[in-house]
């Protein structure tokens, strides 16, 4: 390389992406074209933003995150199926100056969790929620969730399921003690830019002392749909976005205020 190439590139090249430092440098177990990787990086991201890779406690699932506390440089650990609310607030009391997070799928907290998850929000925990639906049981190989919209075929379900599904956000945001309580989706970049903002400000709550937050992500699955990933996309904007809209459920007048 002649001189003035090599101080051309030492010079004017600037690192504009890189890795969280909250994140490890492994491997993750997800299929390709999940969105748990994106999730994972956007709650990363935030945590250095705010200066608080020191501080966290993530507390992992049981479900297709069940080793997220491995790929987060931050103290983790596994709570049973659904107990992960209740592990949080055991934390979050005897370590209040932590910030204490639980990442949840739709089984793990819409089904087995949905009394921990309702508890957890009603005594208004000061904990950060990180819920992810993709409308089906991934890790255990794509039975019917809660969260499963009407008419969806899944392996427990194979002419579409009957009913309609829980939708969380706006069931929590009724109780009147909770914070913040919003949806969002990670099937495009402009989506993806406000989840991010979602997650910081949910962090910002727990921080401030205000009580419980959640954020909702709308996630692909398409080893379970029976899709590609770029159908996987498409799949949340064509059918989860008309019964899971995106918006804010509950913003308390103190979270205005951030």
């Known amino acids: 390389m002649t001189d003035w190439l090599l101080?051309?590139?030492t010079t004017h090249m600037e690192t504009v992406y890189c890795m969280p430092q909250s994140l490890s440098a492994q491997p993750t177990h997800y299929c390709p074209g999940c969105t748990h990787g994106v999730a994972h990086r956007l709650l990363a991201e935030a945590l250095?933003?705010?200066n608080m890779r020191e501080r966290a406690i993530l507390v992992a699932p049981v479900g297709c995150a069940v080793f997220a506390y491995q790929y987060f440089?931050?103290?983790g650990c596994e709570a049973p199926h659904g107990r992960a609310p209740?592990?949080?607030t055991g934390l979050k009391r005897v370590q209040p100056d932590k910030i204490v997070i639980t990442y949840q799928g739709d089984g793990d907290l819409a089904s087995i969790g949905a009394g921990e998850i309702l508890h957890a929000a009603a005594r208004n925990e000061p904990i950060t929620v990180i819920f992810i639906n993709n409308a089906i049981y991934g890790m255990t190989g794509g039975q019917m969730a809660p969260t499963t919209l009407t008419g969806q075929r899944t392996t427990s379900s194979p002419f579409g399921r009957e009913g309609e599904p829980l939708r969380m956000s706006e069931l929590l945001a009724v109780l009147p003690q909770t914070a913040y309580i919003v949806r969002r989706s990670l099937h495009t970049p402009a989506h993806i830019r406000k989840a991010k903002k979602a997650i910081l400000t949910a962090l910002k709550v727990q921080?401030?002392?205000l009580g419980f937050s959640m954020v909702e992500l709308l996630s692909s699955c398409p080893t379970n749909w029976g899709l590609t990933p770029p159908e996987a996309l498409e799949w949340i904007e064509?059918?989860?976005l008309p019964v899971f809209p995106v918006g804010d459920y509950k913003v308390s007048?103190?979270?205005k205020e951030l």
């Open 207 to 209: 921080q401030a002392g």
């Open 253 to 255: 007048e103190a979270v």
């Open 73 to 75: 440089e931050v103290d």
């Open 48 to 50: 250095d933003e705010l």
């Open 238 to 240: 064509k059918h989860m």
């Open 86 to 88: 209740a592990m949080a």
């Open 7 to 9: 101080e051309a590139t």
